[in-house]
């Protein structure tokens, strides 16, 4: 409880002076905000809630989270009965085209909090909104600006002369040395092999070329076979079969990254959400930072994007009692203000524009905002929030079987594409239209 009161007191300080515009029809009305409680927990998503209820006295919200929150979200949107918003991992494409989700422009195209001169839509970095788009309408709106990355720990890398490789065979010769010391190059978070589905999108994106990264995004027939994709499955294979730490894959995200913080392990690819979820099992002196994929030479990708982009989704149901007013509550949570209180507190990235740079961040974050700020571009993957089911099933088994040497990069990429073919049959699961990298 003191700790929610700490943050409910920094968020006011951080908040001062946010203009606030309140809807003409506000009532004694309750919200109810559900939230998934992950890496990120919901203190300061609590802390949020308590701030609008000072700026809107006849609103007040119940906002709740729990680890397994789309478990228990599942059957109240079937009976017709949703809360007013949510954070969750649903079907979301299913619930968009069946009209159960609220479309957002209406907020997205009303002044901002605090940038009365912006609209809500104008301070979301530039295309972050694209993957919940429906026929010309939003339908949902990333919290979090993620980016995936390889993260170690600074004061091993000066104190054993090591160094932040450029290329992926600098990365190959790095992780031979950390081998030869005692060191484990990599840990893997085995128990949930999909971790490992960022990793190889990295260096999928290395090698190919835009239009073929696409293609699998898209599941255009034989995307998964093309020869770069074998390639990358390949160097995933190798890396995880000479570099992986041994007895990673009984082990849960928790337990490897706990290997990580502990030294035992140099090296772990991961979200940004790493620094939070392990915040108090990192040892004294410990100086997280990380890098973004190296490239390998003669790849003919970006060597400069960044596999990242929005992330811990919030969507308002369109059964929900009161739609508009979650959507305003949402705006105020993905304020420029809030962003900023949002990145102090959880040590991550906002979506929203203004409200992170090197000199603002913390010393683990500086390495992801230079890779973010410097990036050419950044991507992101939709397969897995799109189909779900091969995302829960399909991708995570066989991923572990090409990471534990079962089957060949050749028959991995044969299992996606069978897997992709059976979506393109299947006449009940939408498909969006062809996403483009310019």
């Known amino acids: 409880m003191k700790r929610l009161c700490y943050i409910v007191a920094a968020l006011a300080l951080l908040l001062a002076g946010c203009s606030v515009e309140k809807p003409e029809d506000e009532k004694n009305i309750t919200l109810e905000v559900a939230v998934f409680e992950g890496g990120f927990g919901i203190e300061w998503h609590k802390g949020i809630a308590r701030e609008y209820e000072k700026t809107h006295p006849g609103i007040k919200i119940n906002l709740w989270g729990d680890p397994r929150v789309d478990e228990k979200l599942k059957p109240r949107i079937l009976r017709g009965s949703p809360p007013d918003a949510a954070s969750a991992i649903l079907p979301i494409w299913k619930l968009i085209v069946s009209g159960k989700l609220y479309p957002l422009d209406e907020a997205l195209n009303s002044p901002a909090y605090g940038q009365p001169d912006k609209t809500w839509r104008q301070t979301f970095f530039p295309g972050i909104l694209q993957n919940y788009e429906y026929r010309g309408k939003v339908y949902g709106l990333p919290l979090a600006f993620g980016a995936w990355v390889m993260w170690y720990d600074r004061r091993m890398f000066r104190e054993r002369g090591w160094e932040i490789p450029k290329t992926w065979e ?103 959400w790493l620094k939070n979820e392990m915040k108090e099992a990192i040892p004294k002196g410990f100086e997280m930072d990380c890098f973004a994929i190296p490239p390998p030479a003669g790849g003919k990708g970006d060597p400069n994007a960044c596999n990242g982009g929005g992330g811990e989704y919030f969507f308002v149901f369109s059964e929900a009692k009161h739609p508009k007013e979650a959507a305003d509550f949402l705006k105020f949570m993905m304020s420029r203000q809030s962003g900023k209180s949002y990145v102090k507190t959880l040590d991550t990235l906002s979506t929203i524009q203004g409200t992170f740079a090197p000199d603002t961040v913390s010393p683990e974050l500086k390495g992801a905002v230079n890779i973010v700020l410097n990036a050419s571009r950044t991507y992101a993957d939709r397969l897995g929030i799109l189909y779900l089911e091969w995302a829960s099933r399909t991708m995570p088994t066989k991923l572990a079987q090409l990471i534990q040497k079962t089957i060949t990069p050749g028959e991995f990429a044969q299992h996606m594409e069978d897997a992709a073919e059976q979506i393109r049959k299947d006449p009940d699961i939408y498909k969006p239209p062809p996403i483009k990298y310019n």
């Open 170 to 272: 600098e990365m190959l010769a790095l992780c031979d040395k950390m081998k030869a010391s005692g060191i484990a190059p990599i840990a893997f978070q085995g128990k949930y092999p999909s971790y490992a589905w960022g990793t190889l999108l990295s260096i999928y994106q290395r090698i190919t070329t835009w239009d073929r990264f696409a293609a699998i995004q898209n599941l255009e027939p034989d995307a998964f076979k093309n020869p770069d994709f074998i390639r990358a499955a390949q160097m995933l294979q190798d890396l995880a079969v000479k570099y992986f730490q041994k007895g990673c894959m009984a082990m849960t995200h928790t337990e490897s990254q706990l290997e990580y913080v502990n030294g035992r392990a140099a090296m772990v690819p991961c979200g940004l």
